[in-house]
Structures are given as C-alpha cells and as structure tokens.
C-alpha cells in the first residue's frame, strides 16, 4: 500500500512540474524562461541548502516535541513569505496603495494565532496522554483478594 501511494505521489509530482515547464515554455508573458529556471534553482538552493537545514538544527537542539517543532516550522514559513512586506512598510514611492496595510500588526497577529492553536494542539495531546496538570483518574483494576492464612 505505501509503495503505491508513493507512486502515486510521484507520478502527481512529475506531471505538475511537467505542466509548470510547459506553461513557462509557451507562455507569451515570460521571456526569459532561463533567467526563471535560474531564479528557481537559486531558490530552491536557498530552502534545501539553509532553511531546512537551519530548521531543523534549531528544532533539534531547542525545541523538543512535535507541536512546537511544527509551530517553530509555521512560523519560519510566515515570516519567510511576510518579513519582506514587514520590512517595506511605508515605503510606498508615493503611491499609497502599493503597502496599504499594516503588516507588522497583522504578522504578529498571524504568529500569535499560529502559536495559540499549537498551545491548545499541546494542552489536548497532554490530555489524551494524562501528563497534563490536571490528571484522569486511572482505571481501577479489580484484583482477587489475598488468600486467608489458616495457620
């Protein structure tokens, strides 16, 4: 079974990238198709060759359990994707729609969000498990009683 689904994953993989390569290739917009296989590799350099790595160091040595690794991991993609917006806010070159919003508030709240849902992910698994401050009673298990002495 799993060496189906991971067929399966493989095939769907291979026919996405084939369909991006052939709308890259054929659309009229792009005219330089080697300048974005170029940016495409640099970028997946960068991911594989320092954030992953960088990720999963930091996870290793500094986060233990699987909820805050993948907090640690939602948070590093968030500010991947919105450090850049953080960063230009209010630098509109006189055109007051280009960054309209307030990005440091909203990625803030983002991570605030991110970490509230880990920290109630974390609080449920500690239920479940019974290792949480407030502990289920354990099942009582009914044992035969000690045989009389008749000495």
């Known amino acids: 079974m799993a060496a189906w689904l991971r067929g399966t994953a493989l095939a769907a993989g291979l026919a996405m990238i084939g369909f991006g390569v052939y709308g890259m290739l054929t659309d009229a917009y792009i005219t330089a198709p080697l300048d974005v296989l170029v940016w495409a590799v640099g970028g997946l350099l960068l991911h594989d060759g320092l954030c992953v790595p960088l990720l999963c ?11 805050l690794r993948g907090w640690l991991t939602v948070t590093a993609a968030v500010t991947a994707v919105g450090l850049p917006a953080v960063l230009r806010a209010g630098d509109d070159h006189g055109n007051p729609s280009l960054l309209p919003l307030p990005y440091l508030r909203n990625w803030l ?8 849902v880990a920290l109630a992910v974390g609080l449920v698994r500690r239920w479940r498990h019974g290792t949480g401050p407030v502990r289920r009673p354990a099942a009582r298990e009914e044992r ?6 008749r000495s």
């Open 57 to 67: 160091l930091v996870g290793a040595y500094l986060a233990r359990g699987p909820v």
């Open 144 to 149: 035969p009683a000690p045989p009389e002495d």
């Open 109 to 116: 709240l983002v991570l605030a969000a991110t970490a509230l």
